[in-house]
């Protein structure tokens, strides 16, 4: 991994000390980790079974706990020459590990009920009001490619069966994980977080110097990666040439998450978007809202990415059951018809992609002349 | 069908006299139509095996005679008025008959070439150079859906044999047809109509009070239809949301080439795209140029709707050979990803159609006050 900050790191002047009164990059950056670190804390009793029995409580909580992990995560390699190396690092590698445990299991759920939605799509069992507004007569004459398929049930309930078991399987790594004592351990590190941040960067250093610095490059990082994407070929609404042009997984993956190869820069691309948003909030106060539309624009780009990401992995677990032995020949056809379903919402959301990219673009530069 | 000529014709005023030296209808059909049965007098030896030994002569003639039925069809259809009504009808059912016959064959083989290359392009196995031109990073990253898929290879013979085997019949009951009486009947009508076109209107009647009405009737009709088309929801790629909105087949139809009842109406635009089009020719001494641009844009407008065709065509071929009897399911699982495809390419290129009739619109309201 590159790190974008280096060259805008060497290039500038050794920092100033702040006027009184002026943010400190130290302050910003505790004000910010310190935040975060509280609202971790006061979420983390969902991890441990002892919230409150408001019912959906707990999935709320572990929501607010990854959205701490990521922006503390994101905050410690934006800013990293401002905080003691060695020790964002072992954070950093705490907080991906409790990030790859409670992500496992509502993918799952969320990889399930995409599957499941587009098959329903796709047989026509969808309620007609899902579908966008539009005359009556439009409407009437929905039907699904597969509807009255034979293998559709089949197919549903392969899906059902196949991916129950994976979350089942996740699902009890993740609770026997987080009984162990590194969860006690990295909740330690957020509580000493909360009172503390190893700087590395002396106590008077303006905020602008080394902070702004540190997210205009994460928003170059992304535009880097962004405009080495195949743009112009997913620019073009169907590439002119229908699924044939649609590169998807390698060939033949053999694991069930398995994406391909050609995913692989967009998902890189979908960490970096994140990463620059969060370096936006961090920079919130410098900024007295000169990039708040680069930061919604920033949202709604991650939200296109997730999709991206979401689809990628459905159609790489259609084609994994595809290979399930002893199937039917009726499954198997609809398991293909649902993977090249899967594979075009990627290439849907590379589309929007690329449009929201310019305007994205547009507004940052317009927004921002640091970039 | 609804005569479009009709409120047309009802409204207008009784057809002044020509003035000496002003194109008459009678005159300009005539010599249209003497022209264009000349043609395919000089293209008829190539269905009777008459024709010269140059390789692809024969293609060639039986391109040109499907031209010339196509465009005596069309006019006889579009300026039904200026016509002997029962010779009209009675030549236009022989010329359909005959269209029937020499166009299921070719029909055939593009679909098997298309659905051939399309499992090319999936597996990965279409030289790269038919991509179009691109960086070479992109180029490399080429690597299809169903590359290395098992079950490709038997997806590609079962679509040989069974086009083959449809192919073979009606080339056998085409070649019996062609040796009937019926064909020498209307090769002695057109014989007839290099001479003489028994005509409706008064041998003075001014060209632009029958014809021009006519073609902007066949402009008219069809952009009713084009307008009653789902042209909003085509308009955005994508759908929005993946293959779930191609509204494709109707359940399981059960001939190979059942087409989905979504399709219809598009089958139907397009030969009024045509009828249009040859209107446009007939009428091109009296538009000196003015609607040249409109006729372009018919031209690029039949094109994509003949590609929308042989997609819906070719998706229902898939579709079908999935329902063979005992075949392995990889081959099924490469048949759904194939129909899908080709339903991709259906809705590809109703995106197309989208974009193009707006200027098309746009370009004929500019071009001619008439409609």
Not at 136 to 145: K, S
Not at 199 to 220: I, W, Y
Not at 361 to 367: D, F, M, N, R
């Amino acid at each position: 991994m590159t790190d974008a900050l280096s060259p805008t790191s060497q290039s500038s002047p050794p920092p100033a000390a702040a006027a009184p009164g002026e943010p400190t990059a130290g302050g910003l950056l505790t004000a910010h980790l310190t935040a975060q670190a509280g609202a971790f804390l006061r979420a983390l009793p969902s991890l441990r079974g002892e919230h409150g029995g408001r019912p959906g409580e707990a999935d709320e909580q572990t929501g607010d706990l990854l959205r701490c992990v990521r922006r503390v995560g994101g905050a410690l390699h934006t800013f990293a020459p401002a905080v003691e190396a060695g020790w964002a690092q072992e954070l950093r590698d705490e907080l991906r590990w409790l990030l790859d445990l409670l992500t496992q299991e509502p993918a799952c759920n969320r990889r399930l009920a995409r599957l499941l939605g587009a098959l329903d799509s796709l047989t026509g069992a969808a309620a007609p009001d899902r579908l966008p507004a539009q005359r009556g007569d439009e409407r009437q004459a929905a039907t699904g490619m597969l509807a009255g398929h034979p293998g559709a049930a089949k197919a549903r309930a392969l899906l059902e069966r196949q991916l129950t078991v994976v979350r089942a399987r996740v699902h009890t790594s993740a609770l026997q994980e987080l009984r162990s004592a590194r969860l006690h351990a990295l909740a330690d590190r957020m509580t000493l977080l909360t009172g503390e941040v190893p700087l590395a960067v002396p106590s008077d250093t303006p905020a602008d110097e080394v902070l702004l610095p540190g997210a205009a490059a994460a928003l170059r990082a992304l535009a880097r990666s962004a405009e080495a994407l195949p743009l112009l070929r997913v620019g073009a609404a169907y590439n002119g040439d229908a699924l044939h042009r649609l590169r998807a997984e390698a060939p033949l993956p053999d694991a069930d998450s398995a994406l391909g190869t050609d995913d692989a820069p967009w998902l890189r691309v979908r960490i970096l978007a994140k990463r620059a948003r969060y370096a936006l909030e961090v920079c919130g106060p410098l900024l007295a809202g000169q990039a708040t539309v680069t930061a919604t624009r920033l949202a709604a780009l991650g939200r296109v990415l997730d999709r991206h990401q979401e689809a990628a992995d459905a159609a790489a677990t259609a084609a994994a059951a595809a290979r399930t032995p002893r199937i039917t020949p009726a499954t198997a056809y609809v398991l293909g018809v649902l993977h090249a379903d899967q594979r075009l919402e990627v290439e849907a959301a590379r589309y929007g992609f690329g449009r929201q990219w310019q305007e994205l673009s547009a507004s940052a530069g317009a927004e921002w002349p640091l970039l």
